[in-house]
């Protein structure tokens, strides 16, 4: 079984900084895309950053700029670097990761259990 556990978040005030890692565990890892997703209780999951094994990034508009997403393969994780944080970037964070199977081709898709962010103003 693949695990996926989130640490860093908290609470800090409007204009600070977090930074937010994701830790893969488990047996066959052998990673490829690892995203960052957020939520607000009674509103959707939306991508917040994404990352390729080559390092391709992609993120949302209202992130843009201020945060900035990374990955160490060697130790399958991946991190957010969180700067100017607003009171609207208040959420669960959620790590999201495709797991290609021991490199076989066997692609299975993994999501942290979530880690609360608060922005006060």
């Known amino acids: 079984q693949v695990r996926l556990v989130e640490s860093g978040g908290g609470s800090v005030q409007a204009g600070g900084s977090l930074r937010l890692s994701c830790a893969a565990s488990?047996?066959?890892?052998?990673?490829?895309?690892m995203d960052w997703y957020r939520q607000i209780p009674g509103k959707e999951r939306d991508l917040v950053a994404a990352i390729t094994s080559g390092g391709s990034t992609n993120y949302a508009d209202s992130v843009k700029g201020r945060f900035t997403i990374s990955r160490d393969n060697t130790n399958d994780t991946v991190y957010l670097e969180m700067n100017s944080l607003k009171p609207d970037d208040t959420a669960v964070y959620y790590c999201?990761?495709?797991?290609?199977?021991?490199?076989?081709?066997?692609?299975?898709?993994?999501w942290g259990q979530g880690t609360q962010v608060t922005v006060s103003s």
């Open positions: 999201h990761a495709e797991i290609d199977y021991h490199c076989s081709g066997y692609v299975i898709l993994a």
């Open positions: 488990g047996d066959g890892i052998c990673m490829r895309t």
